[in-house]
């Protein structure tokens, strides 16, 4: 008999360098081989391991019947299972059709739910999705958000309901009978050796402070790779030094326009302000604006 | 789990070691945790060696007669294997 | 009333009895033996007497019977020796989705009991010798058969590759039954037409077509195992032989029902049966992107492989 540790978040939230961190950690703070990164920590909503355990073809169920068996799903695992199970997933915290939590609190031993900025999380999510910034804000702001489901297709995992970006961290935040860890992705970013020592000790792991150590240093690169890509698709080059630059955690400033930011925190500015991330003030926005518009010298210059 | 292996390592299958003649190789499972292991030709010619109780050094001699190879390397190599095989559960030693 | 009984049925390689048509399967042919496997409605028990294995959907009792059940569709009981089966439908008749998990999980439970190896798995026959696709749901086994039944090809099976390892000369593939269960997208790039083709569960925009004019009927020898496996991002394409090991581990994976499986039959004698069919039939790990556009080449490319010549 066991129980569950969820590491959960909005999509693009950040859980995959706190994942590296604590296989490497699992490991005693040494080098892991990353490249293999699905079998650790992997998804709570893999369908596989769903259809094995339940006897089924979930493909041949509807995605309401799926959702009402994955809690006897989590509850199997956890009577049969003996060591605690970690799980990455991005489900909102949501009922069943049939009006229980999909994640059962009497087999949940605790969540690490990892917050990110909306603004940054937007511009991840919409280079994920190969979308539009714009369809994607539409997205986070869509309660029927849900992953894999893929309409007229089959995806290798079962539907997970978002709910809005912000419906999506409050239904976590306010869950009760949860125990909980709450992580910012900016904070796991600028204090990693105190945030992955923080989730260790969370998940009952004995962690001496040369392995907490030894795994940041193990995972430097990762994160550096992760935050290559976030960057990636912007047009500008990035110079050797971009890394270290600071502000690293706020690329949204380079990337969305000013309607794009206002949109977001009108959107979710309640939520944004409750987890400690600032808002934008009317002058930066206008600013911004001003220096936007193409616009004709009144006076000539007199060269 | 580490264990020492010396040449009067008396070495056994383990009885519950679920295993099976795939072609040429042997294929083991480790039920509890459900991992699967391919031996290669000498690798399967050991494991059925092993079927009985039978001293490392006793095994690694008898090898030594049927491959060609210095016998210290043959002995060293035997070692290496006996010891994956009992850290992953699969051979009991004495 | 309608006295006359419904007309036995073939489901691989049994005779089937059945109290209520299944029109997913071909009549049967074959010669005057009695039926293999009974199947009609009845009482289902909400629990077996001595449960040693109660998952959430199957309960495997001390004596080997079971009972599946999904809510608000049916429960089935499948005796000991799994030649007969009992159906509860949840409300009214037999329906559409009642068939289909018996033609589904109880099937592949069927298979376990009588002594035959299924593999999640489509399975076609390329001039005389069958080549099986398995992976998860999803890794596009269907659509890769339908390629093949397209080509001119015909399926023995689209979902549950039912192999009998004991034959005498090598495994053999028995058929299982004319369908192929395909998601839109597949239809079309199949170019298939979805007017009158049947969506069981009727969200799920999977369409069950019926291909009787493109299915083996005969048993046909198991040649070679093709895993698939999706080739993500920048991972090229690649085929490679697995070794025995892996060979075993992915075939193991690959079983359908596999929990069941080793729940009725036991862990050693699965393994047992695996290794058999490892030690004989090659397996290959295939990795491919999920493109429709391939799909010509690719069957191309497969029996190039097989045929002979």
């Known amino acids: ?303 | ?94 | 009333m309608n006295d006359s009984p419904v007309p036995d049925s073939l489901l691989a390689g049994w005779r089937v009895r059945c109290e209520f048509p299944l029109p997913e399967l071909l009549p049967w042919s074959g010669d005057d033996r009695a039926a293999d496997l009974l199947i009609r409605t009845g009482e289902v028990p909400e629990r077996l007497d001595g449960v040693v294995s109660d998952g959430p959907l199957l309960q495997v009792a001390r004596d080997g019977s079971c009972r599946f059940a999904i809510q608000d569709v049916a429960a089935y009981f499948i005796s000991p020796r799994g030649d007969e089966v009992i159906v509860a439908p949840a409300s009214g008749p037999v329906s559409t989705s009642v068939r289909l998990f018996l033609l589904g999980s109880v099937f592949g439970i069927l298979c376990h009991k009588r002594g035959l190896l299924p593999l999640h798995a489509s399975c076609v026959a390329v001039e005389g010798r069958a080549i099986a696709f398995a992976g998860p749901s999803g890794a596009g086994k269907s659509t890769l058969a339908g390629a093949f039944v397209k080509a001119g090809y015909r399926l023995l099976t689209d979902d549950v590759t039912v192999v009998d390892v004991t034959a005498p000369g090598g495994p053999v593939v028995v058929p299982a039954f004319p369908r192929l269960k395909l998601w839109r997208l597949a239809m079309g790039a199949l170019g298939l037409e979805r007017e009158n083709i049947e969506t069981p569960r009727v969200e799920a925009e999977k369409y069950d077509v019926p291909v009787e004019n493109a299915f083996a009927t005969e048993r046909v020898p198991l040649t070679a195992v093709y895993h698939l496996q999706r080739a993500k991002g920048a991972k090229p394409e690649s085929m490679n032989r697995l070794t025995a090991g892996r060979a075993v581990r992915d075939t193991t994976e690959a079983i359908y029902r596999v929990r069941a499986g080793r729940n009725l039959v036991g862990q050693q004698a699965l393994f047992r049966s695996i290794s058999r069919l490892c030690s004989t039939v090659p397996c290959h790990l295939l990795t491919q992107k999920m493109d429709f556009e391939r799909l010509d080449t690719r069957v191309a490319g497969l029996v190039a492989r097989h045929a002979s010549g």
């Open chain 1, 1 to 303: 008999m066991t129980g569950f540790y969820w590491l959960a978040s909005y999509p693009k939230s950040g859980n995959t360098w706190l994942r590296l961190a604590l296989r490497s950690l699992r490991h005693g703070g040494s080098a892991v081989d990353f490249s293999n990164e699905d079998s650790w920590i992997p998804n709570g909503a893999a369908r596989e391991p769903f259809d094995q355990t339940l006897d089924v073809e979930s493909s041949d169920l509807t995605a309401v019947e799926t959702e009402i068996l994955r809690p006897r799903f989590y509850e199997f695992l956890a009577k049969t299972g003996d060591e605690p199970i970690l799980r990455k997933i991005h489900d909102a915290y949501v009922p069943t059709a049939a009006g229980e939590p999909l994640f059962p609190p009497a087999v949940t031993s605790g969540v690490v739910y990892i917050v990110r900025d909306p603004r940054d999380v937007a511009v991840s999510f919409a280079h994920h999705r190969r979308s539009s910034i714009d369809n994607t804000i539409g997205v986070m702001q869509n309660p029927a958000a849900a992953m894999a489901y893929r309409a007229g297709d089959l995806a290798e995992q079962l539907r997970q309901r978002l709910l809005t970006w912000s419906g999506h961290v409050e239904s976590w935040l306010d869950a009760p009978h949860l125990r909980r860890l709450v992580l910012r992705y900016e904070d796991m970013l600028a204090s990693p050796f105190d945030s992955l020592a923080r989730t260790a000790s969370f998940l009952g792991w004995e962690a001496d402070p040369a392995a907490v150590a030894g795994a940041v240093e193990a995972t430097r690169f990762q994160r550096l790779k992760a935050e290559e890509s976030r960057h990636g698709f912007r047009e500008n080059p990035v110079g050797e030094g971009a890394f270290f630059r600071r502000g690293v955690a706020n690329g949204w400033r380079d990337t969305l326009s000013c309607e794009q930011v206002r949109r977001i925190e009108r959107d979710h500015g309640r939520v944004m302000r409750r987890l400690g991330y600032s808002l934008t003030s009317a002058n930066e926005c206008a600013a911004e604006a001003l220096l936007a518009q193409p616009y004709e010298p009144i006076d000539a210059r007199s060269s």
């Open chain 2, 1 to 94: 789990m580490a264990v020492t292996i010396g040449l009067e390592t008396v070495v056994r299958q383990k009885p519950d070691a679920l295993w099976s003649t795939v072609g040429d190789e042997v294929v083991l499972m480790n039920v509890e945790r459900g991992k699967y292991y391919g031996l290669g030709e000498i690798g399967s010619d050991i494991w059925r060696r092993v079927r009985g109780p039978i001293s490392v050094g006793d095994l690694s001699a008898a090898l030594s007669g049927e491959y060609s190879g210095d016998a210290v390397v043959i002995e060293r190599d035997t070692i290496a294997l006996i010891e994956q095989l009992a850290q992953r559960n699969l051979v009991e030693c004495q």
